[in-house]
């Protein structure tokens, strides 16, 4: 079987359609993914709350926590932030290119697929301190 048989999967990212895109919304953040506990969604809600009033926040995806987070999003009277909702892999890229930056506020991740892609379309990303992103990202800094 030889060196074949000791690679594990590749991350690929569709060049065709996650391209680079100047053509972004200022002050519009966006999520991307599972709304799962891991993906610590309610912290996100919180310190999206603290620049409400200058940005606006997309999350896009589905799971089982959506309802929860929803009615927190309510009780807290957070404004600007859009649900919305499952939209078709070939059709993510449009919220990418749209987004002045992508957030992440996983706990833990096993790739981080969702940061390559929204890298692809040039959208800088946010994310938390996570040994998976520490080994593949460098901070502007």
């Not at 749209?98 to 800088?124: D, H, R, V, W």
């Not at 990303?125 to 080994?135: A, D, M, Q, S």
Request: net charge positive; charged share 20%; proline share 4%.
């Amino acid at each position: 079987m030889g060196w074949r048989s000791h690679l594990g999967g590749i991350a690929r990212i569709d060049t065709n359609l996650f391209q680079y895109s100047e053509n972004f919304t200022k002050n519009k953040l966006i999520h991307i993914g599972r709304i799962a506990p891991e993906k610590n969604l309610f912290r996100l809600i919180d310190l999206f709350s603290l620049v409400q009033d200058e940005y606006t926040l997309d999350i896009v995806g589905f799971g089982s926590i959506e309802n929860a987070l929803k009615l927190y999003v309510k009780e807290k009277q957070i404004k600007n932030i859009q649900f919305i909702g499952r939209i078709d892999y070939k059709n993510l890229y449009k919220y990418y290119q749209s987004a002045q930056a992508f957030i992440c506020t996983s706990l833990n991740e096993t790739y981080g697929f969702t940061l390559l892609e929204s890298l692809s379309c040039g959208t800088p990303i946010i994310y938390p301190k996570c040994p998976v992103f520490e080994n593949l990202y460098k901070p502007l800094t």
